[in-house]
């Protein structure tokens, strides 16, 4: 369910980054490699790809597993999370309050497509206790950044799944090499330590530049959101305390302002801390007059 109305597109970043990545191993092993086809491991492909995957299904229930499909689905799409809308949509909801026309605040909450900013103005004209609309709303926050960090371990656990099993395939590489030095036949023993090295390097490559970049992205997405929950979560208690629509405005254009740097490096439980700090020090201070 979506928390912010958003406008996808191509994640051109995504696709940049994976084309750049390939084409650059590829041209590694082509100026480097007299026979670049010796790098074509496919005993040691099935050896990483299909462990890693019998891995993921044995530590993961298949319910959980669908929702890591759906995730890195969301990795090709970029996701504008419209903050100036969500801004707006408080403030009219503000005006309208203030002027004591309930019925167009529902107009309004009918066209909105965010549930978080609904459930949150809903329970202000319920006129539910601050404290309990606090509480829910930051139990909602808590529900969605756990499950979307659970979705980002997966991918983080795979990766980890990863390397192990070219480790794997390199120690059969060796059992072979070892068989073949009864021969001595040294073509064959370099042939099967080739293929036992090239292991290890499918499993670092697909936990290196796959899955522990996908990991990193989904939570990035997570902290954005979070981030953005909690500027909702300040503009439904300034709506519960009757703040003017202009002192709301200039309030969450400030907080957006001064968190754009952690929606790039956030640490969410200082995000938290500040935003009970600044609702709880507004608290005593008089408001501008409206203009």
Do not use: C
């Not at 909602?140 to 997966?154: D, G, T, Y």
């Amino acid at each position: 369910m979506a928390v912010f109305a958003v406008r996808p597109d191509m994640n051109t970043s995504t696709l940049i980054g994976i084309l750049t990545g390939v084409l650059l191993i590829l041209a590694s092993v082509f100026l480097s490699a007299d026979e670049p086809g010796l790098f074509l491991n496919l005993p040691g492909m099935l050896i990483v790809v299909g462990g890693t995957i019998a891995a993921m299904f044995i530590s993961y229930p298949m319910k959980e597993l669908r929702k890591v499909y759906r995730s890195f689905t969301l990795i090709w799409k970029h996701h504008e999370l419209s903050v100036d809308d969500e801004i707006e949509e408080i403030v009219r909801v503000s005006m309208l309050l203030g002027r004591g026309q309930l019925s167009k605040v529902e107009d309004e909450l009918a066209k909105t497509h965010n549930p978080f900013l609904r459930t949150g103005v809903q329970l202000v004209i319920d006129r539910t206790l601050p404290e309990d609309i606090d509480a829910l709303l930051k139990w909602r926050i808590f529900k969605l950044r756990r499950s979307e960090q659970a979705e980002a371990q997966v991918f983080r656990s795979i990766a980890n799944y990863a390397p192990a099993f070219g480790m794997a395939g390199t120690l059969l590489g060796l059992v072979n090499m070892l068989y073949a030095m009864g021969d001595s036949n040294f073509e064959i023993i370099g042939r099967n330590l080739g293929i036992a090295l090239t292991t290890t390097l499918y499993g670092i490559v697909l936990a290196n530049l796959f899955l522990r970049p996908i990991a990193i992205k989904l939570e990035r997405r997570t902290e954005q959101r979070v981030m953005l929950m909690y500027m909702v979560l300040e503009g439904i208690n300034m709506l519960g305390q009757k703040r003017t629509p202009s002192f709301i405005r200039e309030t969450l254009n400030s907080f957006v302002a001064q968190y754009e740097d952690e929606i790039r490096s956030p640490s969410l439980e200082q995000i938290e801390e500040d935003v009970d700090r600044k609702i709880g020090s507004r608290a005593g201070k008089t408001e501008p007059a409206e203009s």
